[in-house]
């Protein structure tokens, strides 16, 4: 089963023409977001991604882009550190899961 979280919000984008195939991003991704084809990266299971920022952060030829610490990865850490469920910041529904 793919993990999911919030549809069509994340903010990763990938630039096929900059990719040059290393498979780094498949590599560090802990949501299997990324699948190879054609000796390019393609995006796979975009809700998938948790906004973690290992990708970006690994990718050679800087294709990809994502605001890591925005989205469910730091939701999480919000979670945590406050011994709740992860936590959006969401002022309006202060307790509000937004992923998991």
Known sequence: MKQQYIKNVVSLDLNVEKCIGCGRCREVCPHHVFKMENRKALIQNRDG????????????????????????????????????????????????QCCG
């Open 49 to 96: 991604c948790m906004e973690c920022g290992a990708c970006a952060r690994n990718c050679p030829a800087e294709a990809i882009t994502v605001r890591a610490g925005v989205g469910c990865a730091a939701a999480i850490v919000m979670g945590k550190l406050r011994g709740s469920a992860p936590y959006c910041g969401d002022s309006d529904e202060p307790n509000k």
